[in-house]
């Protein structure tokens, strides 16, 4: 016995040529404009829970880093 065939009705136009699309690589490999992304050691990622706190940190790390660094420029110029 032959099996019929049967055809799949799936809207898509002809001119739609499925085959030449290319895979998109997922992952860290995936290009994403605009961002950068860290891989933190374990130890350091166990005290973050999320991207926000690790940019909170940051932020407040580079702010009193440049406020130690005025305060430093400003007592050598008083001697």
Not at 22 to 37: A, D, L, P, S
């Amino acid at each position: 016995m032959k099996k019929d065939k049967t055809t799949i009705q799936d809207g898509l136009r002809p001119e739609y040529d499925l085959k030449s699309l290319q895979v998109r690589k997922m992952g860290t490999e995936r290009k994403q404009f605009g961002r950068f992304i860290v891989q933190l050691e374990p130890d350091v990622a166990e005290v973050f829970p999320d991207a926000t706190s690790v940019n909170e940190a940051l932020r407040f790390l580079i702010r009193i880093t440049k406020e130690s660094s005025e305060i430093s420029q400003h007592i050598g110029s008083d001697v």
